[in-house]
């Protein structure tokens, strides 16, 4: 019998590269609903081409647009909560939202006891605390991350262990990074970049905000925050290592000097193929090496001064409880306001810095903490980005 899935964010980057897996290995999965932000043209292309039963959109008033648009007998959900709805409905929930809406999707799902093929880092980087105590309850859904880099980590920690935990015998989980479009760059020549230059990602095709986060490596960050969320590993025991080729998606370390590595060709059609398999395998190769052409492997440590966001980013990490929501929500308005030409790129670390020397250190005890934390954060990334231009 066919697994069943529902994508969320199913007209992104992720959303669509899931529709390509399952095309491709139709006899193993069958989509049941896809929901969208905003995008009803879009979505109903695709609720046309893969049928599911339910479709979502969360722009409550573009409703009567998709009801008109799918086919008779499609139910159709809208407003706020219709993603979260959708999260329920299927064996696998996929969840490509971009930035922290994505929060109801996670909850939802691992709620209702479904597996959640997470590719939005940033509710689980923002609501951790929440969504650890939902992962701990009995019955609550199983995690498999979507990220190319924590997929890795997945499989490295499978390989020695059935059920992928970090035990005592992993000395150090080792995120490989990129570089994005400006390795190897000072502070001082990343004054003038622009849009397009941040945009111009040198091995990974993906959406605006996420390629903008590869630039300032906050990307590489909020993973490492994700890491010691998703395996519960010390963030002194979590390293980054930029690596241009985007071969090595990650290491892990163990105690006795061994390290086990996930190799690929960037490709994020692997990772959600292996999320939705999990714990088998599919059969379309995504990412298949060609070893004669492979001709070197670099690494190199991350510039912590060209590239701030990075340090930045521990420093929320080990802070904990609302840190982590007041950085992710304080960098999802600034690199909105960069994508908008309203601050330099350069500010984007500033925007963070000086929100997170506001943040009062509440505690995240509750989903309502962690959205009133956004909110504030926001609000206060909102004002120091005024404040700029007004200087």
Known sequence: MARTVSIAGSTGSIGTQTLEVI???AD??????????SSVEALAEQARRVR???VAIADASRAAELEAAVAPGTEVLAGPSALAEIATVADVCVNGVVGFAGLGVTLAALGAGKRLALANKESLIAGGPVVRAIRRQPGAGELVPVDSEHCAVHQCLRAQHPHAEA????????????????R??????????TVEDALAHPTWSMGPKITVDSSTLMNKGLEVIEAHELFDVPYDRIEVVVHPQSVVHSMVEMTDGATIAQLSLPDMRLPIAYALAYPERVATPFGRIDWTELGRLDFEPPDLDAFPCLRLAYEAGRAGELAPATLN???????????DGQIPWIAIPEVLDAVLARHDGGVADSV???IDADRRARLAATAVIEERHRL
């Open 52 to 54: 599911p039963k339910v």
């Open 329 to 339: 929500a304080a960098n999802e308005v600034a690199v909105a306001a960069f994508l």
């Open 368 to 370: 309502d903490a962690v």
């Open 23 to 25: 095309e491709s290995e």
């Open 167 to 182: 035990g005592d015998w992993v000395a150090r989980i080792v995120l490989t990074a990129s570089g994005g479009p400006f």
């Open 184 to 193: 190897g760059r000072t502070r001082e020549e990343l004054a003038g970049v």
């Open 28 to 37: 193993r999965f069958e989509v049941v609903a896809l929901g969208a932000g």
